[in-house]
């Protein structure tokens, strides 16, 4: 070659390929050899640099951090916004941007998204804290008058707010109203922007969840709740009355729930009773009564509502609330993209799924950060099919009460809480420990068998599951999985070989199914999907947690249980309208579901086949930990979904030192 | 017949040295030769080779646990030689119970835990046999039907070729990840869907590369030969043509590994819950994603990524060896 | 020249037409899954359970025209494309054209800074390692290039992201997205502004540039490599040309031929593997939005995306053809 060897020859003198050679054969090689000798047993294992696990054995469940737990109260700490200091757009991220099921207000399932509709749509009643389960009126103008019997209530007066009216595009400058997907509502729904909600609406919205005529009767999902409501009748314009088939306790959760939204009739296409089919364009039919309007929802990358300035403001209109132009919640999953948009102070409050360590890093080295902490109310559970629902037929092996026990001894909760969530978990009971008022004491749960997590404890637990599943025949036992979220599938593996050792079982290698199939091949006969392990959504009231599932014919009783005792308490449950009372008919329900005897005072040697003891398997929930800048005034945190219309009291403090930086 | 009458002179000529075949080179030294010429290679062989390690094992090959049953992958494999405990042996603290999650590196865990307090380096060495086994079965059959397809077109030409390009355009006008993510969302998680996803979408690029060779192999003189002596085009094709083209597809087939191993990872970070759980690199990866070493999980991420990082390295490198040394035009001089 | 071209095109549409047919028979296979989650079947309901349940997915299956014969089907799917109609997604209930259109943009910007990334790193790399063949600095940039190829994509960006985060102290803009052009297919209706849309295109660019810069490296490097073995080259050293001369007047411009054909390729994989880095770094691109929809089996949005990325891709070798045609005069004869 031309050129010069010079260089060439230099490096070549310097590196030759053997030497190269020699030195990647040495390095490898001893890589190789440190792998395998590895280097002898024993020994601590040593912790990472952070924070070492609470000692678990005996102590806590709440995760590794005590609870500083906060229990939802909206009352609670309210300031009012100081003149000058409305304005600004919220911003968080979060699954609300996310169009899963469906945009009926009525009919979804999905709580990220009925969130939107909550900032957009009033209910009669709303929950000011999901713990100590109170509500308040909402499009109410008070709580419900009983008439009669005040001990076995089956009538009530509710009167309505007066002067409520819905959304109107052209209350809004035309810069913010041409961000409305809303904004042509007056050409689509001549009469409806603008005008007031009347007893025309409400019986409207209630009637369509229980009219067993429309061809979409099966997708509501609630009905079981509003048929309760045998008659709805509208007194006047204002004032609507309510006869239930008897004394229902749960009334006032039903007018409160998260569905129990009050939509305007126009919106809806009367004979296919939905707002979307073909060309129906759904965003534009968002039209209700909240504190915002509905902006725009971009699948899977924001969503976007504004301030309505005509809103009626509960109790106190001279607030001039909502403070906020609107918000924005933005789809992003992403831990570390999360964080990074919070440490720029692009979002406002960012919280941490499934590993959220870094929060608790963000938090030490900002202490001047808020912290928010709670439980949620959704929560992990198995479903067996007990009964075939259609035949009655018995389904083995899940028929068997001892292997259903024996899987909840042997099922490990403390494996699924340190893995799942990195200890950050409560354990769940047949009512989950979010809803403090009608949930079994932790300190009584924490001493039922499979609950409990000492070392000599946990030996006699296993102990009784292997002979348990002996007993029962040790069959092969095979799981189904849900694919979403996506740490349950994650976690198959570990749970599955818990079992296997445990019982000394014999599981085979488990299915992994999107919910869909989940759904059908529980409500299919035995051979079909006999054992489930998914996510439940969160539910408020007692009787949602445990009415629907173990009530003979009950609408999510896949396990075709049908247990008289248990029918009886549940009844009860129903009726009884006695706080305190009702809590203890609840705890025997609870108590019973987990093969205890009613008074707790040990558990139930044989079980009846008929026994719905363990149909349902409930191993934990998770604890979120989220952040805040100081700047965001009174924010709160719910275990559920759909409280967005709190973002009416929300305001952003200009004159905190941590706002600047902070743009729009 | 001068013999007696002569005395003995030393020859002029040397005596005739026994003749004999050259020796061959004994396969130490052709290993040695290869290696000298090629370190890179070399290098990128002895990668591929731990990686075998990792995957093979026998039944009675035990470091560690014993007692525990070894993970089949549907058929009897034992626990890989390089792995030190099981794959899915949770470790507890002795005192407080609960699982050692996501620990630093110890003595007892080279590379620490991932977040079931499970071995991180035994679920490294375990994952390799799930990437492998992908690996080899989607080449397999990209590799076989791929060749097939590129064979038979270039062979035959004309407008068959033509249709069949075509053909094999559209398919490769599919974006292939989102195919991947479709055919793994029509089934429940299996090793068998993922295996055929990634072959189906692998089968263009090899009939590609195939076909060009062959465009040119089938000029040469050989070819002509045997079709003159009455071979059919099917004996031709196999026997003839389909030797000479070996090299290639030995190219292709090792390049093509490191391809599909970042495919399986990227799959797994889109949707998890579509693949199957058994311990993957891309799994693994998928989990601890965010962190970088010294974090704890750092090491597992570290674990998982320079494992997809080597071995995606170590076939690449054998590969280019094995066509620098296989292709006579690429020879230094 | 000219009739060339015409067979290209016309082949070309063909293959656009079997595109078509395959996405809707591989999105047919089983309707029965998106059915029953259409129908909201995700919890559980058990109450008169089989009938109700029958009648929401036949309700459901109406409504998305999954209850016609498949000819019928298949009939109605080639008319509405021909048209330009695409549907509208079964999830969020948008108009597929509109949202492809809006989201093209983006994907199609981020593509093409890959590609520019990519080749800017290859060249000069690609040419250095080629004429110092099995030196050092091969050696090492070839490691360097391949241990990049190795690295999966998503790892390097989120260190990246987080890096600049906490030790740069610096977030791009990931919650404004700005377009860079003001003309479709860049316009997705956010507004211009050249420099937010480079603060958040520039950091996924050299990610994902990396790894495809190392594949094309790499490949050019060996297409040197043969090129620099050709008498043509050999008479070059002889003339007494000077080196630098040789390399880019003679062996480069042939030998990045077959490089345009690779890239041409290699946009297909840039396409796909965008959704990674979309999803990391929040671009709203179609990545996103079309992985979630094949997880549901939305078929509208999956139809309309796979059927436009394979047209542009089409178009794409199709205009590479052309080029190559005219660059090497004897594929034109041949």
């Known amino acids: 070659m031309a050129e010069s060897d010079y260089w060439k020859n230099f490096w070549r003198g310097r590196v030759t390929r053997r030497r190269l050679l020699g030195g990647v054969v040495l390095g490898g090689s001893g890589l190789a050899a440190a792998s395998i000798l590895g280097c002898g047993g024993g020994g601590t294992t040593s912790n990472n640099g952070k924070k070492s696990p609470v000692p678990g054995g005996n102590g806590t469940f709440w995760g590794d951090h005590p609870p500083d737990i906060e229990v939802s109260d909206a009352r609670r700490e309210f300031m009012p916004a100081p003149d000058g200091m409305t304005g600004g757009m919220l911003r968080f991220t979060g699954f609300d941007a996310l169009v899963f099921d469906t945009y009926d207000p009525h009919l979804t399932q999905f709580g990220p998204l009925y969130s939107g509709h909550s900032a957009v749509f009033s209910k009669l009643y709303k929950y000011v804290s999901h713990e100590a389960q109170i509500s308040e009126p909402d499009l109410a103008d008070g709580m419900p008058e009983v008439i009669g019997d005040p001990n076995a209530p089956t009538e009530y007066i509710i009167h309505l707010r007066k002067g409520v009216k819905f959304h109107d595009p052209a209350s809004v400058p035309a810069n913010v109203r041409d961000k409305l997907e809303t904004k042509d509502a007056d050409k689509k729904f001549p009469g409806l922007p603008g005008r007031e909600l009347t007893a025309d609406d409400v019986i409207y919205s209630f009637d369509r969840q229980k009219n067993a005529s429309s061809p979409r009767f099966a997708l509501f999902y609630r009905s079981s709740q509003y048929k309760t409501m045998q008659k709805i009748e509208k007194i006047d314009d204002y004032t609507i009355k309510i006869t239930t088939d008897g004394p229902v306790s749960p009334l006032l959760h039903f007018l409160a729930d998260t569905n129990a939204f009050i939509i305007p009739q126009e919106v809806v296409d009367k004979e296919r009773d939905t707002l979307e089919f073909p060309h129906s364009e759904p965003q534009a039919r968002m039209i209700g009564t909240g504190p915002f309007m509905w902006g725009k929802l971009t699948n899977l990358e924001a969503i976007n509502v504004y301030r309505n300035p005509d809103w009626f403001g509960w109790d106190k209109p001279e607030l001039g609330r909502p403070y906020l132009d609107g918000y924005t919640s933005f789809f992003i999953v992403d831990n570390a993209t999360n964080e990074s948009l919070f440490r720029g102070k692009k979002i406002d409050v960012a919280g941490g799924s499934g590993d959220p360590s870094w929060v608790f890093d963000i938090k030490d080295e900002m202490p001047e950060l808020e912290f928010l902490r709670g439980v949620v109310s959704g929560w992990v559970n198995s479903r067996f099919k007990v009964f075939d629902n259609l035949t009655g037929a018995p389904c083995t092996p899940w028929t068997d009460p001892r292997l259903r026990r024996a899987v909840h001894l042997a099922a490990d909760r403390q494996q699924a809480m340190d893995f799942i969530w990195a200890g950050e978990a409560a354990l769940c009971g047949p009512v989950g420990p979010a809803i403090s008022k009608w949930a079994l004491p932790q300190d009584e749960l924490r001493k039922i068998p499979g609950y409990r997590f000492s070392q000599a404890d946990r030996e006699e637990d296993l102990a009784l599951a292997k002979q348990l599943y002996e007993q029962a025949g040790s069959p092969e036992l095979q799981f189904t999985f849900a694919d979403q979220p996506s740490y349950i599938p994650d976690f198959a593996p570990a749970f599955i070989e818990g079992l296997r050792q445990n019982l000394n079982a014999n599981v085979k290698k488990q299915v992994i199914s999107p919910y869909p199939g989940i759904a059908e091949g529980l409500l299919k006969g035995c051979d079909q999907m006999v054992a489930s392990w998914g996510f439940d959504n969160g539910w408020i009231d007692l009787d949602d947690w445990v009415y629907p599932y173990f009530r003979t014919g009950g609408p999510k009783n896949s396990f075709g249980v049908s247990d008289p005792d248990l029918d009886a308490l549940l009844d009860a449950e129903r009726r009884e309208f006695d706080e305190d009372k009702r809590r203890e008919i609840g705890y025997q329900i609870q108590r019973m579901i987990l093969g205890m005897k009613p008074d707790g005072s040990g558990p139930v040697d044989t079980l009846a086949p008929t026994s719905a003891a363990f149909a349902r398997l409930d191993y934990a929930t998770l604890v979120t930990a989220g952040v805040s800048w100081p700047y965001f005034k009174n924010r709160y945190t719910f275990p559920w979904f759909g409280n967005n219309h709190w973002e009416a009291n929300v305001w952003l403090d200009k004159d905190d030192p941590t706002y600047s930086g902070r743009e729009g | ?333 | 020249m000219q009739q060339y071209i015409l067979r290209r095109v016309l082949l070309n549409l063909l293959v656009i037409y079997f595109v078509a047919t395959l996405v809707f028979l591989l999105l047919r296979i089983d309707t029965n899954y998106v059915v029953t989650q259409r129908a909201g079947q995700t919890q559980v309901q058990a109450s008169g359970s089989q009938d109700s349940t029958e009648a929401a997915k036949a309700l459901v299956r109406k409504d998305l025209g999954l209850d016609k014969p498949i000819l019928k089907q298949y009939w109605k799917y080639l008319k509405d494309i021909a048209q330009g109609d695409l549907g509208e997604s079964f999830q969020a209930k948008e108009n597929v054209m509109t949202e492809i259109g809006n989201r093209l943009g983006p994907s199609l910007e981020l593509g093409l800074l890959q590609v520019i990334v990519a080749l800017v790193i290859a060249v000069p790399i690609g040419i250095i390692s080629a004429i110092r063949q099995d030196s050092l600095v091969d050696y090492v940039l070839r490691f360097v290039a391949i241990a990049f190829l190795g690295i999966p994509v998503f790892v390097l960006a989120i260190f990246v992201l987080r890096g600049s985060a906490i030790w740069l102290h610096y977030t791009p803009p990931l919650t404004t997205y700005k377009d860079l052009f003001p003309f479709p297919p860049f316009e997705t209706g956010r507004g211009v502004d050249i420099g937010t849309n480079l603060q958040i295109m520039f950091m996924p660019a050299i990610v994902g540039g990396l790894g495809t810069g190392a594949i094309i490296m790499r490949f050019l490097r060996s297409q040197m490599l043969e090129v620099m073995r050709q008498d043509y080259v050999r008479t070059a050293w002889a003339k007494g040309l000077r080196e630098r001369v040789i390399i880019m007047r003679h062996a480069l411009k042939n030998a990045l031929i077959p490089v345009l054909t690779v890239v041409g390729l290699l946009l297909g994989t840039i396409v796909s593997g965008n959704v990674i880095l979309e999803t990391i770094f929040n671009i709203p691109g179609i990545g996103l939005w079309v992985v979630n929809a094949i997880g549901n089996l939305d078929y509208p949005v999956v139809q309309g995306v796979v059927l436009v990325v394979a047209v542009t891709l089409v178009f794409v070798n199709l205009m590479v053809d052309i080029a190559y045609a005219w660059l090497d005069p004897r594929i034109r004869y041949g």
């Open chain 2, 1 to 333: 017949m001068q013999a007696e009458d002569q005395p003995a002179q030393p020859s002029v000529i040397a005596a005739p040295r026994e003749w004999t075949l050259p020796k061959r080179p004994s396969v130490a030294a052709n290993i040695w030769k290869f290696t000298r010429r090629k370190p890179l290679g070399a290098l990128g062989m002895l990668i591929v080779i731990t990686m075998l390690a990792m995957t093979l094992g026998t039944p009675k090959a035990s470091f560690g646990t014993p007692d525990l049953p070894s993970r089949p992958l549907g058929f009897e494999l034992g626990k890989p030689w390089l792995a030190r405990y099981d794959a899915e042996k949770t470790f507890r603290d002795e005192s407080t119970g609960r699982i050692r999650r996501y620990n630093m590196p110890s003595a007892d865990h080279i590379l620490g835990t991932d977040k079931g307090g499970r071995d991180t380096y035994s679920r490294m060495v375990f994952a390799a046999r799930r990437s492998l086994f992908i690996g080899l079965w989607a080449l397999l059959f990209a590799t076989v039907i791929g060749t097939a397809v590129g064979v038979v077109s270039a062979y035959f030409r004309g407008w068959f070729d033509t249709i069949v390009q075509r053909i094999m355009d559209s398919f490769q006008a599919f974006p292939a990840l989102l195919i991947l993510i479709l055919l793994v969302s029509l089934r429940p998680p299996s090793l068998t869907v993922l295996a055929f996803g990634l072959g189906f979408v692998g089968v263009t690029s090899v009939q590609r590369i195939v076909r060009g060779v062959v465009l040119s192999t089938r000029e040469q003189p050989f070819v002509e030969a045997a079709r003159v002596i009455g071979a059919t085009d099917l004996r031709t094709m196999v026997f003839h043509i389909l030797p000479n083209i070996m090299a290639p597809i030995i190219v292709v087939f090792s390049i093509g590994l490191g391809a599909v191993i970042l495919a399986e990872a990227a799959l797994s970070f889109l949707v998890p819950g579509k693949v199957p759980q058994d311990p993957s690199w891309g799994i693994m990866l998928q989990q601890t994603r965010d962190h970088l070493p010294p974090d704890a999980e750092g090491y597992h991420t570290l674990a998982a990524g320079g494992a997809i990082a080597m071995s995606v390295l170590g076939f690449n490198l054998a590969g280019d060896a094995l066509r620098d040394v296989l292709d006579p035009r690429l020879r230094v001089g």
